[in-house]
């Protein structure tokens, strides 16, 4: 079972990595934000095949099914042509950067990963249940509800926090839309 | 270990019954659909192969699968190809999550247990996974629309990418206060607790929960009054406009399974189940034919809902662009809201 895990992680690690390369290599946005949904859906494999199945169907269901199709119903729309974007490697500048770029970052990942090995092995058993409670013996189990226990019991304040981000965000948002009506009109 | 105490051979079955249930469904839907249209129309309807028309859909199949394969010169191949297989996919995943029995008792154990019930796989997010992969079916219309580089075709996804942003928001908000009665995700526990309590569609969150989600499904499903997708009077017919034989084939059999799927969805969510009405409850109990007879009145209820989809298409005309936004946004967007609230005061009523 364990060998099964580790070749299903190899597996979606793969196309993830093909997926990425796709998002910033290819010429048509539309694609772009195709290879960018197949990330996000092996990325939600990725969850699932560690245990992690509450947040595998809401990276699905917020990123590929609202977030992406926003994305792509925009760029559809505006209707980008190929043209409009230069060839790799014709500016050597900005190659350069974007090449030094990759490098630090994956520098500093291998740096991460073996302090990460070095230490025990990261934990592939997702805990589905949790004593909330020891004195009552009170137990929740399943993926949601410890999740759940942890955004609403633990972390109330950061999880409240962030929501006033976003509603920060769409008031922005709003604010932004409404400057630019004004100047048209 | 026996041969047969295999979980992969058990999922293997389960997968190839409802591959087979949800083929030969959709298939007989359209003859339901197109029997239905006649006799709305004062007509008999397709009566030509066999009796009642009842080989009409294998016809169908064989002709689309004979048809000549054409590819438009400008499309975007890949694409092009993929759209109707996410269609396809899609409608046939979502039936994964879906219990259609009870627990069975069964003479033998299967992997250490007596009991197994006709679904493939029970996460405990069930319902959550549902709209997950119903959310992907979306990318199925928008790719055909945009690869066919057709005008009408980009108009159709376009406006069909529009309405399911917006009905998909009305549509998860509206199983909320069904979710906080049952307590669970899982669509086994929600039958369940209908069981125990009463079907949700008689509480007053669940009526109104009902209401919009119904309304709701007619969009996510692009049927009439809401197929602007497809308006056949101005885009031809939308977003599949350039697609023939089997690739055509592929986008209707979805729609049909995906009709078939949201009506047992209906039935699950609000209509408890499997459950059996309380003056058989006795006769049946104990009974190892009991939750067939439960299974029996599951189907009949789905199927009411089936014949609703056809009803409802075959008597109203289709609405405007701007009413679909409005009736999405002002009016089905608040109710969603209004039955979270209410089902927060029936659960603390309770």
Request: aromatic share 16%; net charge neutral.
């Amino acid at each position: 079972m364990e060998n099964i895990r580790e070749i299903l992680f190899f597996l979606f690690a793969f196309v993830m990595m093909g997926a990425s390369f796709g998002v910033i290599l290819h010429k048509n946005p539309v694609k772009s934000a195709l290879f960018l949904v197949v990330f996000f859906v092996s990325l939600a494999s990725l969850y699932g095949v560690l245990g992690a199945e509450f947040l595998a169907v809401l990276q699905v269901l917020v990123y590929v099914g609202a977030i992406m199709v926003l994305f792509l119903f925009v760029i559809m729309l505006i209707a980008v042509r190929d043209e409009n974007f230069e060839n790799i490697g014709a500016n050597k500048g900005k190659t350069m950067v974007v090449f030094l770029l990759v490098l630090a970052f994956t520098m500093q990942f291998a740096a991460l990963a073996s302090v990460l090995s070095s230490d025990d092995k990261i934990n592939t058993k997702t805990e589905y249940s949790k004593t909330i409670d020891s004195a009552q013996n009170l137990t929740i189990e399943g993926n949601a509800e410890v999740l759940s226990f942890h955004l609403f019991e633990k972390y109330i304040l950061p999880f409240e926090l962030i929501s006033i981000v976003l509603l920060i965000g769409v008031i922005g948002a709003v604010v932004i839309a409404k400057k630019n009506r004004r100047r048209l009109e | 270990m026996e041969w047969y105490q295999s979980e992969i051979l058990w999922s293997l079955i389960k997968i190839l019954v409802l591959f087979f249930l949800i083929i030969t469904g959709a298939g007989y839907y359209t003859l339901m659909e197109r029997k239905g249209a006649g006799y709305f129309q004062l007509r008999y309807g397709p009566n030509r192969a066999g009796i009642w028309g009842i080989f009409q859909p294998l016809a169908d199949g064989i002709k689309f699968l004979l048809k000549q394969e054409t590819l438009p010169k400008h499309v975007d191949v890949y694409l092009f190809l993929l759209a109707p297989a996410i269609s396809v996919i899609t409608a046939v995943l979502l039936w994964s999550t879906i219990p259609f029995t009870p627990l069975i008792d069964l003479p033998f154990e299967v992997l250490g247990k007596s009991q197994v019930a006709l679904q493939v796989l029970n996460p405990g997010s069930g319902i959550l996974l549902l709209f997950a992969i119903s959310s992907l079916s979306v990318y199925g219309v928008m790719l055909a629309g945009w690869s066919s580089n057709n005008k009408y075709s980009l108009l159709g996804a376009v406006r069909s990418t529009a309405q399911m942003i917006s009905y998909e928001l009305s549509l998860s908000l509206s199983i909320i206060g069904v979710i906080m009665m049952a307590g669970h995700f899982d669509l086994y526990r929600i039958i369940e607790a209908q069981n125990e309590n009463g079907w949700f569609f008689l509480s007053v969150p669940g009526f109104l929960g009902f209401f919009v989600f119904i309304v709701a499904l007619f969009a996510e499903t692009n049927r009439l009054p809401f197929d602007l997708a497809e308006a056949e009077s101005e885009l031809v017919v939308g977003f599949h406009t350039e697609y023939g034989a089997f690739k055509f084939a592929l986008f209707f059999v979805a729609e049909y399974m995906n009709m078939i799927t949201v009506s047992f969805l209906t039935v699950i969510l609000f209509f408890g189940g499997w459950n059996i009405p309380f003056f058989l409850r006795d006769m049946v109990s104990g009974m190892w034919w009991g939750p067939l007879v439960g299974v029996l009145f599951f189907v009949f209820k789905a199927m009411f809902f089936m014949f609703l989809f056809i009803w409802v298409r075959w008597s109203l005309p289709r609405f405007r662009y701007d009413q679909l936004m409005n009736i999405g946004w002002k009016y089905l967007l608040p109710m969603a809201l209004i039955q979270i609230f209410m089902a927060g005061i029936y659960l603390y009523l309770k």
